[in-house]
């Protein structure tokens, strides 16, 4: 069944590949959508009745020492989970392929790309299949990287653009950073322990040590930062949350695929592989998570792009799931990471659309939109209701009563409740309410700051997958565990809700009733969120230093010292050199003269051995 | 099969030299028989080297095919072993794709070739020559050849560069001879095979490693020259803008894989304690060249210097590899040397294609040549993502190995290997960034042909090697393995 599942993906991303041009687009569009429906509905099946057996594929892949490793699928339960949820997206986002083009500022598709469009979902759907089932520590590994590349490639799909590239570099570059550190994670341990499956590789804290610069480092310390890094940059946590931002470019229809499902990878090896944290990678995890949600809602809160801005809120939900992990709830961070991802995959979706649709990312520029994208207002409200945590407050009878952020958020807060994180955690809520009520209103409310192109119309197929997210954002509440409110701090519950308020609150205010304050903050607040922002770290921290590096201690360096002195030699000694060649070319004495030269150096070479 | 090894040496010198003899004139059909000639004779040494490899026994450690007679009191001995098997595929896979880089040549086609075959007699002779004085002679002539390509071939003043590469070498060849003479003399033998089991006098001295480390120092100077080992390497950048880009190719691929060979087999091989004591400041210089040759390659203006500095970070990535000295590691050298190697060729061969439609070697002169050039734009795409080390080609095997192998040892080294491939990524897709996306396709690119039959082939033969390095390693680390396998032992051993 596994191997169908990945034949039914691989097909489609075949047929995608091999009748381009024979077969209609739309054709190719719809049968792959079949194709990777039929997968995903397998993979259900599966989860809910336990029915997915293992197949090798390739046995043994590599072998050479204690590196050996096969191709197999083997899921564990939450693997399957994933695997389902990941095959669910990437048939909506399949299903959204009919309304392209959905690229900014195009008039209509280009040739072909629907079917490379369906191809890259094929593909990004099989290495999640393989990535999720992995047993082998190399066959993980290389379905990272496959992960980290296809969602490169949809990153920068529209090569034509001027940003295609830089996006397509930086999404590729951070990821395999993260695959990178996976695999010196997986290497301590394989070593140690002379080979491992990859699902039970982290499973025990090592013992043992390793050299850093000459200083000891514990095997374990190693090992589980490894994850925690890997993991990290998966959910997109602070700094990695660059390529988050940067995949926002990619078409409506992939916008919340990439993000989601590299997400919840992330989360699956936290799960798979967290039982060798140690209570400081955990705590460590925690901080980081909470930092990073509060700094990525900084960060969305200043985006001018609102595609940038939708997309930084899955960082900040990944933050939240981190804390949760580092609470040792991995349930709840599953849970809280389904309900927040169904609301964000109705915001990216939504707001993806909106800009190809209406050919404009400037928030600054949109508002007034309610009238021509009503359905879009419409899920965009239901999306964040969710994410921003409303609900009511009050319990009744053990239910919450409210959708699956605000179940999430209060189960989140429940368990921080008496820890260091419950005030991040708060300010998190904030913070998110604020940015995505933020996204809602500058788009939608009041006068259109700019022209609302002539004859715009909702596509039918868009307007449903936004309808489908949208009732899934309802149900979404059902899948969070309750968790037990204590007696003392029944108060817990309205604390979603009050955050949420506040942040519609001051959306509401700064960007309908008072736009003029949000510009005279903006004014006020000197580049509050630009030390934060990727441009500013990736140009300042990164690329400058680099190319100054290669500049200076590069180039400038190699001219100097011992290669300028070979240089002054060697100038010195051409002239004679090229002088004495061309007798000797002139005379027509060039065989013979090269080849005393060489007949010289051997018969030399010979004496001095022989002497020797 | 008797003499095989000498058949697979001599075979490109005997077309050079039947070129040399009966070749005359310098029209074009002139031109089309040297290269043709040297096609196929390099062609036929890649298929013997095939069979070679074929019946390569791969549990045997010690040296296969061997040959010895007495020629003029000097003992001249061939052998085949684990660790030059690599080289050997590698150099008679890349010399006819150099020929056939080299096909739009017009000036002086004969003499160019016939210096291309003997650059692969020589280079084939040092790797496989089992006695030091031999070994000596290809190892310090070989590079000979390479820069009379470079200099008589070249651009900009080429020949004062050549001439300064050759200065760079000249002292390195007096201490190389100076360290073989002083192994002969303490072994009382010049036979590598004996000079590889001796143990060589590692008394404790001022300097670590003992007696073995002067040895180890004189040795190491010709040896880090050829491999562009930072700081050593600067004759190389320089001399790969002004050479003919498949001349780099020859100098950045072959010239340094020579020096890498002469630091297994010398300083691996016969002075493992010296290289042991050394292996802190190997993988210093190495880190040092891995990181800075990439930087310095990212900020590079034209092909020639960008994959000059390409090969001095791939030397230090290979030099961090020997510091490991574990099993993985030597396994990731033998990898990573036929996937680097094929993958820099095949990254010169784009550049020369690329040079020839655009007439130029600035990388600013190209530019979203995707939608003009879809098969070329395919293959480039292809050979970036071999050099980051993705999963499917043999940069992915070698990169994992290393990890696995350098991490006992050392986690700074592992960490420096990973920081590696990461810029090596970062650099291979703006490079491919640069060249192939971006929003209009220049002027001059309009009218120009994607690849042709030749280029294609040419690019695919690259393509196809480095996927079945990449899915089945076992072809190549199950014959050379054991070989290094006992290397590792030693140095297990040592700590």
């Not at chain 2, 061997?66 to 001995?77: A, F, P």
């Not at chain 2, 001879?177 to 590598?192: F, K, P």
């Not at chain 2, 079945?468 to 076992?474: A, Q, R, T």
Request: glycine content about 10%; charged content about 10%.
């Amino acid at each position: 069944m596994g191997l169908m599942l990945l034949g039914l993906l691989l097909l489609g991303s075949g047929l995608a590949w091999f009748t381009r041009g024979a077969m209609s687009e739309l054709a190719i569009a719809w049968t792959c959508a079949a194709l990777y429906g039929c997968a995903a509905l397998i993979a259900w099946i599966a989860h809910l009745t336990g029915g997915l057996t293992s197949a090798v594929l390739m046995s043994p892949w590599i072998e050479s020492g204690t590196l050996s490793t096969e191709l197999a699928l083997e899921p564990g339960t939450n693997g399957l989970l994933f695997v389902a949820l990941s095959l669910t997206l990437g048939t909506a986002a399949q299903v959204m392929v009919h309304d392209l083009p959905l690229t900014a500022g195009k008039s209509k598709a280009k040739p072909n790309e629907k079917a490379r469009l369906s191809l890259l979902h094929g593909l990004l759907m099989s290495a999640t299949v393989v990535f999720f089932t992995a047993s082998g520590t190399v066959q993980a590994l290389a379905a990272l990287f496959f992960l980290a590349w296809f969602s490169a490639q949809l990153a920068g799909f529209d090569h034509r653009s001027q940003g295609a590239g830089r996006a397509m570099q930086r999404v590729l570059v951070v990821l395999v950073a993260g695959t990178c550190a996976l695999a010196i994670g997986a290497a301590a341990l394989f070593a140690a322990r002379d080979g491992a499956r990859f699902d039970v590789l982290f499973a025990e804290p090592l013992a043992g040590e390793t050299t850093l610069f000459g200083q000891a480092v514990a095997l374990e310390a190693l090992t589980g930062g490894a994850v925690v890094i890997a993991a990290a940059t998966l959910l997109g946590l602070y700094i990695a949350h660059i390529w988050h931002a940067e995949s926002a470019l990619t078409p409506a229809p992939t916008a919340a695929l990439a993000p989601l499902v590299l997400a919840l990878a992330g989360l699956w090896l936290l799960d798979v592989q967290g039982a060798g944290l140690g209570e400081g990678h955990r705590t460590f995890l925690g901080v980081f998570g909470a930092a990073s949600a509060i700094a990525l809602g900084v960060l969305s809160v200043l985006q001018q792009d609102i595609r940038r801005a939708a997309a930084l809120l899955v960082g900040a939900a990944g933050g939240l799931v981190a804390v949760s992990v580092a609470l040792d709830e991995i349930g709840l961070a599953t849970a809280h990471l389904m309900a927040q991802g169904v609301c964000l995959a109705l915001l990216l979706w939504g707001v993806s659309s909106l800009v190809a649709r209406g050919g404009e990312c400037d928030l600054w520029q949109l508002g007034g939109r309610k009238a021509a994208f009503g359905s879009h207002y419409g899920a965009l409200i239901v999306g964040a209701v969710g994410l921003s945590g409303l609900g009511l407050p009050f319990p009744y009878e053990g239910l919450l009563i409210g959708l699956g952020g605000f179940a999430s958020a209060s189960a989140l807060l429940t368990v921080t409740h008496g820890t260091a994180f419950f005030v991040p955690v708060v300010i998190a809520l904030i913070l998110t309410s604020f940015a995505v009520w933020r996204v809602v209103v500058m788009a939608f409310a009041g006068a259109p700051r700019s022209p609302v192109p002539e004859g715009v119309s909702e596509p039918p197929v868009t307007r449903s997958v936004l309808g489908v997210a949208a009732l899934l954002v309802i149900l979404s509440a059902l899948w969070v565990p309750m968790q037990p409110v204590p007696e003392s701090a029944s108060w817990i519950t309205t604390v979603p809700v009050i955050c949420s308020a506040i942040g519609l609150a001051l959306a509401a205010l700064l960007f309908a009733m008072r736009p003029g304050w949000a510009k005279a903050l903006a004014r006020i607040i000197p580049d509050t969120g630009g030390a934060l922002a990727e441009e500013r770290l990736i140009g300042g921290y990164v690329a400058r230093p680099l190319a100054w590096a290669g500049r200076t201690l590069g180039h400038r360096l190699d001219g100097a010292g011992l290669d300028a002195l070979m240089t002054r030699l060697a100038r010195a000694l051409f002239p004679a050199l090229t002088q004495a060649w061309s007798r000797l070319s002139g005379g027509r004495t060039t065989p013979y003269a090269l080849t005393a030269i060489v007949g010289l150096v051997l018969l030399s070479t010979i004496l001095a051995m022989v002497g020797a | 099969m008797q003499n095989l090894l000498s058949i697979l040496t001599f075979t490109p010198l005997l077309a050079a030299l039947i070129l040399a003899i009966f070749l005359r004139g310098n029209d074009e059909a002139a031109r089309q028989n040297a290269k043709w000639l040297a096609l196929t004779a390099s062609g036929a040494t890649f298929f013997v080297a095939v069979a070679l490899f074929l019946g390569f026994d791969g549990a045997n450690r010690g040296f296969q095919f061997e040959e010895s007679r007495v020629i003029l009191g000097l003992t001249y001995r061939m052998g085949v072993d684990g660790v030059s098997l690599p080289f050997v595929l590698l150099i008679t896979a890349l010399t006819p794709i150099a020929v056939a880089m080299s096909w739009a040549l017009s000036e002086r086609v004969k003499h160019y070739v016939i210096w291309l075959l003997t650059f692969e007699t020589a280079l084939l002779g040092a790797v496989l020559s089992l006695d030091l004085v031999f070994f000596v002679a290809f190892f310090e002539l070989a590079i000979l050849p390479a820069l009379l390509l470079a200099g008589m071939w070249g651009r900009m003043a080429c020949g004062v560069s050549a001439l300064k590469a050759w200065l760079y070498t000249l002292p390195g060849t007096v201490l190389l001879i100076v360290a073989a003479a002083g192994l002969a003399g303490e072994a009382q033998t010049t036979d590598i095979s004996q000079l590889l089991l001796h143990n060589f006098s590692a008394a404790a001295g001022a300097l670590p490693g003992g007696g073995q480390s002067v040895l180890w120092l004189l040795a190491a100077v010709s040896v880090a020259v050829k491999a562009a080992l930072w700081p050593f390497h600067t004759w190389l950048p320089g001399l790969g803008f002004r050479a003919p880009l498949q001349v780099g190719m020859i100098l950045g691929v072959l010239v340094t894989s020579l020096g890498l060979y002469g630091l297994l087999r010398i300083h691996v091989g016969m002075l493992p304690v010296a290289t042991d004591a050394f292996a802190p400041l190997l993988m210093a210089l190495a880190g040092a060249g891995l990181v800075l040759g990439v930087l310095s390659a990212l900020v590079a203006e034209d092909f020639g210097r960008l994959l000059s500095y390409v090969a001095v970070a791939q030397t230090g990535a290979f030099v961090l590899l020997i510091a490991g000295g574990t099993v993985q590691s030597f396994d990731a050298i033998v990898m990573a040397l036929l996937a680097h190697g094929l993958t820099l060729a095949a990254l010169f061969a784009l550049a020369v294609m690329l040079e020839a439609r655009g007439n130029a070697r600035e990388m600013a002169a190209f530019g979203a040549l995707k939608t003009r050039l879809p098969v070329l734009s395919a293959f480039f795409l292809f050979f970036a993502l071999a050099l980051l080390g993705a999963p499917g080609t043999a940069g992915f095997v070698a990169l994992l190995l290393a990890l696995f192998g350098l991490l006992p040892v050392s986690l700074t080294a592992a960490l420096l290997t990973a920081l590696g491939a990461l810029l090596f990524g970062g650099l291979a897709l703006a490079l491919y960034r640069q060249l192939m996306l971006g929003p209009r396709v220049k002027e001059h690119f309009k009218l120009v042909a994607d690849l042709d039959g030749r280029e294609r082939l040419t690019l695919s033969l690259l393509l196809v090697a480095l996927v079945l390095l990449g899915l089945w390693p076992g072809i190549v680390l199950d014959r050379t393995a054991p070989a290094f396998a006992e290397i590792a032992a030693q140095f297990a051993a040592l700590r």
